[in-house]
Nanobody, 119 residues
Framework: EVQLVESGGGLVQAGGSLRLSCVAS????????IGWFRQAPGKEREGVSC????????YYMMSVKGRFTASIDNAKNTVYLQMNSLKPEDTAVYYC????????????WGQGTQVTVSS
């Protein structure tokens, strides 16, 4: 059974930090790019970051560059999203997802973890 399980969300004050984790199982982890997405109430889903397998680069949306860092631990089948200098506009449900490469169809999704940033 394919699973992506996120954890690490919570409530934090503006300027604070959180680290999200995404543990993958049931598929060949090394063959997939892993992205983080978020969706706030009433808004469209946004792509936050993506770790590419082909060029080994990590891509970020403009509004989180310099504040968020995605990393991967292949030995643990886990992807992390370190979020610093959080802002109220970062409030959303955060999801991890797997695709054959960044920008391609998303094959697997996690259930999401809520991040709330208070002002």
């Amino acid at each position: 059974e394919v699973q992506l399980v996120e954890s690490g969300g919570g409530l934090v004050q503006a300027g604070g930090s959180l680290r999200l984790s995404c543990v993958a199982s049931g598929f060949t982890f090394d063959d997939y790019a892993i992205g983080w997405f978020r969706q706030a109430p009433g808004k469209e889903r946004e792509g936050v970051s993506c770790i590419s397998r082909s060029d080994r680069r990590t891509y970020y949306m403009m509004s989180v560059k310099g504040r968020f860092t995605a990393s991967i631990d292949n030995a643990k089948n886990t992807v992390y999203l370190q979020m610093n200098s959080l802002k109220p506009e970062d409030t959303a449900v955060y999801y991890c997802a797997a695709a054959r490469e960044c920008g391609l169809r998303l094959d697997y999704w996690g259930q999401g973890t809520q991040v709330t940033v208070s002002s």
